[in-house]
């Protein structure tokens, strides 16, 4: 997939505006996770260094099309200059007169942090006046937020119809690491997948199966395909109109020679606590007051097996609740086994959201290949859907 990038002298001297994601957790007003400010910092530095006025816009929270200070960017600008030293000043608003005054206004060496999007319901219905007022005091947009990118909203696609248009450093880093994997995949390609529903992660199956030569079925949707095999799972998490759905993928991915491989043993507990005491079970044995809480250590090993082997590997959803120390062993072993198949040469995509939680959890992100900042929009990437903020892109 071709994308336009940037070059020093296409955004020399130009107002520039960057569509980031700062989109950060916040605790008692303070950002308590940067991860996401830091991916964009070299996008920001090379627009810095290359002459450019650079004046990054992005939404935080759900503040419902209302200004609401509770969801004000202050506290992340405070991060980033904390973060980098830079000089960044906030603008009042995200359009109109406080963005042309603060632009006027700023100084040599001065960024500019537009305030949040969301605080006006025209940006999540990509209105076109809107989007026009947004672009209207620039001569540049570059879209660095892939995370945002599944999103047809006036920072992500309108402005686009305005600007010269290019992408940002982290765009282009995600749209090849993941367009390698989807695309053009090395055999054996292992597909793992996780997290609580099967619903979430059709799409990717559908788009997928004929590429991959294993599947690896974990978390909370792997308790609706042992359901469909006639396990009895207890009261663990099942998609009940997805049995039918799931024993059909089993019988079309054995048709074409796909292994899909389901959890042989897992960790039960009666409650969803820290409190809770975990037992390992087979997955014929769970008992009828339990539920089913990560895959068991003999299924992390069977797992671990075939990662071993993998030339590509794609990993979409956790193992278990990682989230709680005694059922996090099973996304934990999952995370090391891909680390090892990393150094050996394997190319491994971690798709965004929990999965890159729980690697980030581990402390591993520089060790499993790439990290995708992208949760939604990186399962609809590899659902095959055309993202709105990557089209606007495309050479």
Excluded at 88 to 116: F, I, T, Y
Excluded at 156 to 167: C, K, S
Aim: with cysteine; hydrophobic share 45%; glycine share 10%.
């Amino acid at each position: 997939m071709s994308i336009r990038t940037f070059s020093a002298h296409q955004v020399r001297g130009k107002r520039v505006l960057l569509r980031v994601d700062f989109n950060v957790p916040m605790k008692d007003g303070r950002v308590y996770d940067d991860t996401r400010i830091r991916a964009h910092l070299r996008t920001i530095e090379a627009l810095r260094d290359a002459g450019a006025v650079v004046c990054m816009a992005s939404h935080l929270g759900r503040p419902k099309g209302k200004r609401n200070m509770e969801f004000s960017l202050g506290p992340v600008r405070d991060e980033l200059v904390k973060l980098t030293g830079w000089k960044v000043r906030m603008a009042e608003d995200c359009v109109g007169d406080p963005v042309k005054d603060a632009l006027a206004s700023l100084e040599e060496g001065e960024m500019l942090l537009l305030e949040n999007l969301r605080f006006h319901p025209e940006e999540e219905k990509n209105d076109p006046e809107f989007a026009r007022l947004l672009a209207e005091p620039f001569d540049v947009f570059v879209m660095d937020a892939f995370s945002a990118a599944h999103r047809a909203h006036a920072s992500t696609r309108g402005v686009a119809d305005h600007l010269e248009t290019y992408a940002g450093y982290l765009m282009e880093q995600e749209i090849a690491a993941l367009s390698k994997v989807r695309d053009n995949p090395d055999s054996p390609f292992v597909l793992i997948l996780g997290g609580a529903k099967v619903s979430d992660k059709i799409g990717v199956i559908d788009n997928m199966l004929d590429k991959v030569q294993t599947i690896l079925v974990g978390g909370g949707m792997a308790f609706t395909f042992l359901k469909a095999q006639g396990h009895e799972i207890g009261k663990s998490l099942c998609e009940e109109d997805k049995v039918e759905f799931a024993r059909s993928m089993m019988e079309k991915a054995s048709s074409k020679g796909i292994s899909i491989v389901l959890p042989s043993d897992v960790v039960v507990a009666d409650q969803l606590s820290p409190e809770a005491q975990p037992a390992v079970v087979e997955v014929g044995a769970i008992p009828s007051d339990k539920m089913g809480l990560d895959v068991g250590p003999g299924t992390a090993d069977a797992f671990g097996k075939v990662i071993a082997g993998a030339k590509t590997i794609l990993w979409n959803g956790p193992m278990g609740v990682f989230e709680i120390p005694q059922f996090a062993h099973g996304t934990k072993k999952v995370a090391e086994a891909i680390a090892v198949a990393v150094q050996g040469g394997a190319v491994s995509v971690v798709g965004g959201g929990d999965s890159a939680a729980a690697v980030a959890a581990f402390n591993m992100e520089d060790k499993v290949g790439h990290v995708s900042t992208g949760g939604g929009a990186s399962l609809e990437f590899f659902e095959g859907k055309g993202l709105p903020g990557v089209e606007i892109l495309l050479d």
